[in-house]
């Protein structure tokens, strides 16, 4: 072994490239003793991280808690890609270099080139799966993918609820719900970690829209805050385990994410969180203050003010203003993440990448995340006999739109077109993954006369319409990092789907969009079809569905709002706020308050407690199929809810039960859901136990969760608000500790 060591030795010397990839990993058997103790896999992770600690100079600890953001690296040594981050490997303890890219949606590639990658549908559309297997399998292959790629450290797990639907980024995240957030970012996050890949999970917390992002202050009670956004950390953070936190760019109650003692306290006091909390790019405003109140390490430090965690924080060592043992406890979270995750013990080696097998795992997930939002007289599916189809618009002949910003993933093949003026400078532009619907449409119905117009030529649209027996009208919208959206399709496609659809009755609408939009024709057309950013494989996804070939089994993971006066800030926050004349970088713009009328009451649960019909409510879908459900019971004791769903219909489908719980007083939320696969005929039972966090209120006094007595009605339905099966759960009242479990089901 130690010949083995002595060799790599060597080799980083020579400083190849293939060696700076393939990280200086102590590659020991169980139990074997070394001058290097912590390369001993017998001994737990965080034994290893402190024998690790115990060997390093205060030099290489204050070497790992800052690091380069390589595009602005000058010069960039060969061996560092265009990516997020790096941090130079430690060779004399066998650290490798920390490899960084952005990863939520696949391997991203927004500040480089095309590469050899495969992106999943967005977010919301693996949350629209409501299947942790997709978000998990999802997870798998990313990590598959980043070690092909020679990436380590993957910046993915993002999880902020939609408070603001027309947020820019609501596309990379997993809708408005904590514990169906909360479960598929943890899948996510697990699926990655499992190919020995460090996942962070993100952005810490409340970073719910884009505009003013870096300035904003995000104020909300911090019962409301323990009780939605955070419950969505904690969960995905139980099941993910991710090696990393990342803060974010804004204010919570008046005081950076990065720099939030209260924030970071629950992180690593209440939830005993033992991995590290990295910044976000450009997230860091103080030194002492942020060391302080619990953040590790820095990222991409070229994008602060100034390398805050660099000398200022040796300074601020030397002096005491940071003690020892707190940059020690820095040091020991990154190297605890690392050796949790198996970074240390399995290298990154960049190599083929299985594009076909990872393109199955891509089509899969968005086939699972695809919403069938209406459909009249069963317009759909298609029949593969039908003749004469046209497909229209959003460049369906070519591909599927992807959303914008860091999260960008551009496989080989991919399209791009101009982006919108106000769109991030740093952007790669509007990018179209090379699925061409059109034509995975023709390989289903190789008989049809399937004709293709551009939709920004109306006239043409309609003549082809009109020559059809159906039209397929796909509309699209570009949403990003960086900005936030409008509730609404641009550039006249509202009158291209009107127009369409007054030519052609039967009319089916195919939506690749970022977030929620108003359908003002939604009445006048027969079917609307919900293919978010679809991915690498979108439009074949597309095709199946809309041929019948998979059912429809997504469901809405967000409300999609009826008209912009039902959402809590109908102005956008910070929309009015003048920039300054020049070139004022965004972290230095002027700051302003968020604050959320909803509080607690995220997504459904306002429109709930407000009384309001949205235009299609969280959870909603349906399938080809038709489901009865019935024999529901409630069990106060494991706080559990059984129920059968029979498939009455005529076809093999998919439904997703819903389980929803209303406290005396309070809103409804979702308790729990099984989605049942099921052939006609079929009936199949499910139990979903209640995570009891879900029934209690927050006592930030006493830091304790509590359940009041009481009855608590329990519907289990196809959607909030559907219909299905009603009963009651009467409880009694429990108490329990932020640390603890729950006293009488013994869970969390
Ligand atoms: C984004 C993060 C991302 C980071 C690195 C930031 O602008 O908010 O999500 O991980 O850049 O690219």
Redesign the pocket.
């Known amino acids: 072994m130690m010949r083995l060591l002595t060799n790599w030795l060597l080799t980083a010397a020579a400083g190849s490239l293939a060696c700076a990839l393939i990280a200086p990993a102590p590659l020991l058997a169980r139990g074997e003793s070394t001058a290097r103790p912590w390369a001993d896999r017998a001994l737990s992770p965080q034994a290893r991280a402190n024998a690790l600690l115990a060997a390093m100079t205060q030099d290489e600890k204050l070497a790992i808690v800052h690091g380069l953001?390589p595009p602005n690296m000058k010069p960039r040594p060969s061996d560092v890609p265009l990516?997020?981050?790096y941090f130079p490997p430690n060779e004399r303890l066998g650290i490798p270099a920390l490899r960084?890219?952005?990863a939520?949606l696949g391997i991203?590639a927004?500040?480089a080139p095309f590469r050899d990658a495969t992106a999943l549908p967005s977010g919301l559309a693996q949350a629209a799966s409501f299947d942790p297997a997709i978000a998990e399998a999802g997870g798998a292959m990313i990590g598959r993918e980043a070690r092909q790629s020679g990436f380590n450290i993957l910046?993915?797990g993002?999880v902020n609820l939609t408070r603001e639907p027309r947020n820019g980024?609501n596309f990379?995240y997993m809708g408005e719900d904590p514990l169906l957030a909360g479960t598929m970012a943890g899948h996510a996050i697990k699926g990655i970690q499992s190919q020995n890949i460090a996942s962070?999970i993100?952005?810490f917390a409340l970073?719910a829209q884009e505009t003013g992002?870096m300035v904003l202050d995000a104020r909300l009670d911090a019962v409301a805050l323990r009780q939605s956004d955070l419950l969505a950390f904690e969960k995905a953070i139980e099941i993910g385990a991710p090696a990393s936190v990342?803060c974010?760019?804004n204010k919570i109650n008046g005081t950076y994410a990065c720099e939030n003692p209260a924030m970071l306290g629950i992180l690593k006091g209440d939830w005993g969180y033992a991995g590290w909390v990295m910044s976000?790019?450009?997230?860091v405003h103080s030194t002492v203050g942020a060391a302080n109140a619990g953040l590790d390490q820095e990222?991409?430090e070229q994008?602060d003010r100034e390398v805050f965690f660099g000398a200022p924080l040796t300074e601020a060592v030397a002096r005491g203003a940071v003690s020892q043992t707190r940059l020690d406890d820095m040091v020991r979270r990154i190297l605890y993440g690392l050796f949790a995750t198996g970074v240390m013990d399995h290298p990154v080696s960049p190599g083929p990448i299985d594009l076909v097998g990872d393109g199955q795992v891509a089509l899969r997930a968005a086939e699972a995340g695809i919403v069938l939002l209406k459909n009249d007289r069963d317009l759909l599916p298609l029949s593969a006999s039908a003749r004469r189809i046209a497909v229209i618009g959003s460049h369906a002949n070519r591909g599927v739109l992807s959303g914008g910003?860091?999260?960008q993933v551009i496989p080989q093949g991919s399209f791009r077109f101009d982006p919108p003026k106000d769109a991030p400078s740093w952007g790669a532009g509007m990018i179209f993954h090379p699925s061409s619907p059109r034509a995975a449409m023709r390989a289903l119905a190789p008989a049809a006369r399937i004709a293709f117009a551009e939709g920004d030529d109306v006239a043409s649209a309609v003549a082809s319409a009109r020559a059809a027996d159906v039209a397929v009208v796909f509309v699209h919208q570009w949403t990003s990092?960086?900005m936030d959206a409008p509730l609404a399709l641009s550039d006249g496609q509202d009158a291209l789907v009107a127009a369409v659809a007054a030519a052609n009755p039967r009319t089916i609408v195919v939506l690749e969009n970022g977030g929620p939009v108003l359908m003002p024709w939604l009445d006048r057309v027969g079917a609307v079809v919900e293919a978010w950013y679809p991915g690498s494989r979108g439009g074949e996804a597309i095709a199946n569905v809309l041929f019948g070939r998979v059912d429809p089994s997504g469901r809405l993971p967000m409300t999609f709002p009826a008209s912009l006066d039902q959402v809590p800030n109908p102005a956008l926050p910070g929309a009015d706020v003048r920039r300054p004349e020049g070139d004022t970088p965004d972290n230095a713009l002027p700051g302003f308050a968020v604050s959320y009328p909803e509080g607690v009451d995220v997504g459904y649960r306002w429109y709930a407690r407000k009384g309001l019909k949205p235009l299609f409510p969280f959870g909603y879908g349906l399938s080809y199929s038709r489901y009865r459900y019935g024999n529901a019971s409630a069990d106060p004791r494991t706080m559990s809810v059984r129920f059968t769903v029979t498939n009455t219909g005529r076809r093999q489908g998919a439904e997703t039960a819903q389980v929803y719980a209303t406290p005396p007083g309070a809103a409804p939320r979702l308790v729990g859901w099984a989605k049942l696969r099921l052939a006609p005929g079929e009936s199949r039972s499910a139990t979903a136990t209640i995570d009891p966090r879900l029934l209690a209120s927050f006592d930030e006094g006493e830091k304790r969760w509590k359940i009041g007595a009481g009855t608590y009605r329990i519907s289990v339905v196809r959607w909030q608000g559907g219909m299905g099966a009603n009963l009651s759960l009467v409880l009694p009242a429990s108490t329990w500790a932020a640390d603890a479990s729950h006293p009488i089901t013994g869970r969390r």
């Open positions: 953001f990516s997020a981050g960084e890219t952005d939520s991203a927004a500040h910046l993915a993002g980024r990379e962070t993100k952005h970073n992002r990342m974010s760019y976000d790019w450009g997230a990222s991409g994008l910003g860091s999260s990092e960086a």
